[in-house]
């Protein structure tokens, strides 16, 4: 059994609980809050979970072999290298820190003890994102074209990060675990609307471009009237729109497209033909992606698997965010990225 302490016990970190409670591989041993009335009502349902204010308890508990982070951003790089220094594998909630330094830093760190480093990209262990990823590597789209993002609704407001940060960590993971790749250049518009005297973003457009001339479009708002999470991938043989607030129809692939035929009365014509054919709704099963997130973590301890979001992954999305965040208060200007090995 790996002993598993969770801190972090806000919105997002009791979903991380249940899940790493319910794994017949781990025993939850203890969780962490620094605000005690919530700690105590997240622990009212575990009641043979050790509960502590102080984190420095949970990392330094000897029947604790793995911490996972999920505090706000800003403390990411604190507690996990806390964590790493105390022996313990360390799962941090996306993104990985708030500048690619401390990435490294906490990968070198990971390393040096031989432990493991994974981030909460929780889009690389959802059924739709592996259905999409399977559709793609089998060429069932064609060579992809062009991306376009929506990510909107109205809230969570941040205080410690703008939109870009809260948001696009999701996409940019998501589209480097499709494409197995990297952008090769990024650049952003946003705006403070309701946050003006914080300085925070809350509304983003973020244009990457992958290798090959792949185009994508994220837009990432808390300032939007409806709940949108829709991707299209735009393909040279077919089209995907990936709908993940759909309860039954997240992924519908349109055989459309546009053929071009040479034209044999005149050199160098040619002619278009649009495709308009079956729209297809493939299975996509059922399961929780935290679930599988979870057991992913303690198969990546015990060396059954190949992290799907280590460390490494978790710092190629944190350099797009900075990438795009300077691009951002440079007017949009393009910036170009140095590809890490
Ligand atoms: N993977 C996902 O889909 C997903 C979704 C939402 C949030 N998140 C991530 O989860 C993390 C937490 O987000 P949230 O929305 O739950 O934030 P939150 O503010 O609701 O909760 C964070 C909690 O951490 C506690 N905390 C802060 N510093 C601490 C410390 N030193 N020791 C113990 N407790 C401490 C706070 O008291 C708070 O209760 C963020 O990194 C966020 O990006 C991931």
């Known amino acids: 059994m790996i002993g598993i302490g969770v801190i972090g016990c806000g919105y997002w970190g009791?979903?991380?609980?249940?899940?790493?409670?319910?794994?017949p591989q781990a025993k939850l041993i203890a969780i962490s809050?620094?605000?005690?009335?919530?700690?105590?009502?997240?622990?009212?349902?575990?009641?043979?979970?050790?509960?502590?204010?102080?984190?420095?308890?949970?990392?330094?508990?000897?029947?604790?072999?793995a911490v996972v982070v999920a505090t706000p951003m800003s403390t990411h790089f604190k507690l996990g290298m806390a964590a790493l220094e105390a022996g313990k594998h360390v799962f941090i909630e996306k993104p990985m820190a708030t500048n690619s330094d401390d990435c490294r830093t906490l990968i070198a760190a990971a390393a040096a003890r031989n432990l493991k480093l994974m981030v909460g990209h929780t889009f690389v262990y959802s059924p739709p994102?592996?259905?999409?990823?399977s559709l793609l590597d089998d060429g069932?789209?064609?060579?992809?074209?062009?991306?376009?993002?929506?990510?909107?609704?109205?809230?969570?407001?941040?205080?410690?990060?703008?939109?870009?940060?809260?948001l696009a960590p999701h996409d940019v993971a998501m589209l480097n675990f499709l494409f197995g790749a990297e952008p090769?250049?990024?650049?952003?518009?946003?705006?403070c609307y309701v946050q003006k005297e914080l300085g925070i973003e809350d509304v983003a457009f973020v244009t990457l471009e992958y290798p090959g001339?792949?185009?994508?479009?994220?837009?990432?708002?808390?300032?939007d009237p409806k709940k949108i999470r829709t991707c299209t991938?735009?393909?040279?043989?077919?089209m995907l729109v990936y709908d993940d607030v759909s309860p039954s129809e997240k992924i519908r692939v349109y055989d459309k497209g546009v053929d071009v035929q040479p034209h044999y009365e005149g050199f160098g014509e040619f002619q278009l033909q649009y495709r308009s054919g079956d729209v297809f709704l493939p299975h996509v099963d059922t399961y929780e992606p935290l679930k599988a997130e979870a057991a992913h973590f303690l198969d990546m301890i015990q060396d059954k698997v190949v992290c799907q979001s280590?460390?490494?992954?978790?710092?190629?999305?944190?350099?797009?965010?900075?990438?795009?965040?300077?691009?951002?208060?440079?007017?949009?200007?393009?910036?170009?990225?140095?590809?890490?090995?």
């Open 184 to 191: 090769v250049a990024v650049s952003a518009t946003g705006h």
């Open 233 to 238: 991938f735009v393909g040279s043989s077919k």
């Open 14 to 23: 009791p979903n991380l609980i249940r899940n790493f409670n319910s794994q």
């Open 129 to 133: 994102v592996r259905m999409i990823k």
């Open 33 to 65: 809050d620094l605000d005690e009335k919530r700690l105590n009502q997240v622990g009212l349902l575990y009641p043979d979970t050790r509960k502590t204010a102080n984190y420095e308890d949970l990392v330094n508990d000897p029947a604790i072999d």
């Open 140 to 166: 069932e789209l064609g060579d992809i074209y062009y991306v376009n993002i929506a990510r909107v609704n109205l809230g969570i407001f941040q205080k410690d990060a703008n939109v870009i940060w809260d």
């Open 310 to 341: 280590d460390g490494t992954h978790g710092l190629k999305v944190v350099e797009v965010l900075e990438a795009a965040c300077l691009s951002l208060k440079d007017d949009g200007r393009r910036i170009a990225l140095e590809l890490i090995g």
């Open 213 to 223: 001339g792949r185009l994508v479009h994220i837009h990432v708002s808390w300032l």
